[in-house]
């Protein structure tokens, strides 16, 4: 599942260091860790103890896109980003709030970000969460806007307090998304803060039918 967040902070890096998780977030996995878009693409299975399958995808791995930078990213001089828990202020490698935020987000590392965020809302069967967006970057509300209006396959859940006030009034991309869903698009609103979400959220321990089926036909003995 990837997540894609505008803050700066290492939330997620922290939580999922707590719970056992795994972050692919475009880093290498050896020290010094260094910044490639190719890191995206890879992933983490568990290999098998005898040669009969080539192992199963590890769970708890998660994509991270940080569009707006982190606070552990430093650009070097040779324009390479490293990890680096402490950057000094000419390094840091982040989209600071300001005008120029737009044409910033279409320079690496923020480009291979933005290009993945613009990818996943095209994507048939996808359901895109949005938690604690005010949809006040016009770089990312206006493809998500665009993907409501013409991707017939996309679910869009709006979670924010004031939600419904905000369809109310005349608020921007608040007011276009209300239009569409009225109009029956895929779109929801749920009216709530970030720890009464979290409750409603199902804790999915085991397996959809499907891919309980598919575990079951997997560890089926084979005929030698």
């Known amino acids: 599942m990837p997540w894609r967040y505008t803050n700066y902070d290492l939330c997620f890096e922290r939580a999922a260091g707590e719970l056992g998780g795994i972050v692919l977030d475009g880093f290498s996995f050896a020290a010094p860790r260094r910044y490639d878009p190719r890191f995206f693409s890879y992933d983490i299975i568990r290999r098998s103890s005898s040669g009969d399958n080539l192992g199963d995808y590890l769970e708890g791995v998660f994509l991270l896109y940080k569009l707006h930078g982190s606070v552990n990213w430093a650009r070097t001089e040779s324009g390479a980003i490293l990890e680096n828990i402490e950057p000094r202020p000419e390094e840091a490698c982040l989209i600071y709030p300001a ?8 320079t690496q590392p ?5 290009a993945q965020y613009l990818a996943a809302v095209r994507e048939p069967n996808t359901c895109v969460l949005v938690v604690g967006f005010g949809f006040n970057d016009d770089h990312l509300a206006e493809p998500l806007l665009a ?14 307090p004031g939600s419904e ?32 979400f979290a409750q409603m959220v199902p804790d999915l ?15 089926l003995p084979r005929e030698r």
């Open 99 to 106: 005008s120029g935020k737009y044409q910033q987000s279409f």
């Open 110 to 114: 923020h480009l291979e970000s933005m």
């Open 147 to 160: 993907a409501a209006k013409s991707n017939p396959h996309l679910r869009l859940i709006i979670v924010d």
């Open 165 to 196: 006030a905000n369809t109310k009034s005349d608020k921007g991309y608040w007011t276009q998304f209300s239009e569409i869903a009225a109009q029956g698009e895929d779109i929801w609103f749920i009216a709530a803060d970030f720890d009464d």
């Open 205 to 219: 321990k085991s397996l959809p039918p499907a891919d309980a089926l598919m575990k079951a036909i997997q560890n």
